[in-house]
């Protein structure tokens, strides 16, 4: 089945810092990929998300390229701030569902340090 | 326009009880999905249901129950409650198939 696998956290950083959390998939067919962004006693944000091949998610300066070749949608930023620190999850959805099921990557935790 | 709503947000139950919690999507969606988020499983898809149809279910137990009303409002239902049934239960409303998905706050359940 569909499956989803993120860099263990958590990643903790200076603020300005450069930020990367890697996103790998395995789905069959052309998935649409996502990431959300959840807050302390939060539920989940659309943070940005690609549809196909080659598209460049990006949203609150947080940007992420779909890359067949590589199965990958990582997650980059190139100056964090305190704000963002917050759990990042990548997800698909599958050309195969009936529906909108969403499959999540296990989640990274950002801390970003003042 | 008014987010997801989850009521209640939190709720504290015993083994053997069972819960029922409400989701009420963003006016004009019609497609509500339900995950339950727990720190050892992370998100795990329940199920999701369209125009009160039950589309997609995810690998949980029979235990598990959901439904849809014509107002697109959706209620989850845990017969039996079990300690490892404790999670943020997290609704999802969206207007169709491959459209953004809007997440509510979650009802945090506790099963003591």
């Known amino acids: 089945g569909d499956s989803v696998t993120q860099m263990e956290g958590p990643v903790t950083l200076s603020e300005e810092a450069f930020l990367t959390i890697n996103c790998t998939y395995t789905?069959?067919?052309?998935?649409?990929l996502f990431w959300y962004v959840q807050y302390p006693g939060e539920g989940l944000q659309l943070l940005l998300k690609a549809t196909k091949a080659d598209d460049k998610g990006s949203n609150k300066g947080f940007e992420a390229t779909y890359r067949k070749e590589t199965t990958s949608f990582h997650l980059e930023k190139g100056s964090v701030q305190v704000s963002d620190s917050a759990v990042y999850f990548c997800?698909?959805?599958?050309?195969?569902?009936?529906?909108?099921?969403?499959?999540f990557g296990g989640g990274t935790r950002l801390m970003v340090k003042p | 326009k008014a987010g997801v709503t989850q009521t209640p947000r939190y709720l504290i139950k015993t083994r053997g009880q069972q819960v029922t919690l409400s989701c009420s999507p963003i006016s004009g969606h019609r497609s509500v999905s339900w995950y339950q988020q727990t720190p050892g499983q992370g998100l795990q898809f329940l199920f999701e249901?369209?125009?009160?149809?039950?589309?997609n279910k995810g690998n949980f137990p029979g235990r598990f129950s959901g439904r849809q009303f014509s107002n697109s409002r959706s209620e989850m239902n845990v017969s039996t409650l079990e300690l490892g049934d404790s999670a943020l239960y997290l609704c999802?409303?969206?207007?169709?198939?491959?459209?953004?998905?809007?997440f509510g706050p979650g009802t945090r359940l506790l099963v003591l």
């Open positions: 999802a409303s969206s207007s169709g198939i491959g459209e953004t998905q809007y």
């Open positions: 249901y369209f125009s009160e149809t039950q589309r």
């Open positions: 997800a698909l959805s599958g050309p195969n569902n009936a529906g909108n099921m969403l499959t």
């Open positions: 789905a069959t067919g052309y998935p649409s």
